[in-house]
Nanobody
Framework: QVQPVESGGGLVQPGESLRLSCIFP????????MGWYRQLPGKQREVIAS???????AYKDFVKGRFAISRNNAENTVTLQMSNLKPEDTAVYYC????????WGQGTQVTVSS
């Protein structure tokens, strides 16, 4: 089954950083918007950051100023740099294309705990 592959999660302490990476199974050059999602325990998956082909980004308020999304069309990758992590950021993180959803990957677990 063709799906993106997320990596980079782990267990960190509050205030630390992580860099999540996602490799897509095909070219993302013609996909207008790419995004990172998160799913909290018992909650629905939600998009938290997105980037378009022009490099414009959008963030949910609760990650604005702490997370940075970027894309590399040549390598078919999307990255999420996460800084100043908080316990409430604990979740499974996924990547996908918000306007052209494809199969979901396995996600990568981020746990922020002291």
């Amino acid at each position: 089954q063709v799906q993106p592959v997320e990596s980079g999660g782990g267990l960190v302490q509050p205030g630390e950083s992580l860099r999540l990476s996602c490799i897509f199974p095909g070219s993302i050059r013609n996909i207008a918007v790419m995004g990172w999602y998160r799913q909290l325990p018992g909650k629905q998956r939600e998009v938290i950051a997105s980037v378009d082909n022009g490099g414009s980004t959008a963030y949910k308020d609760f990650v604005k100023g702490r997370f940075a999304i970027s894309r590399n069309n040549a390598e078919n990758t999307v990255t999420l740099q996460m800084s100043n992590l908080k316990p409430e950021d604990t979740a499974v993180y996924y990547c996908n294309a918000p306007l052209r959803l494809m199969n979901w990957g396995q996600g990568t677990q981020v746990t922020v705990s002291s």
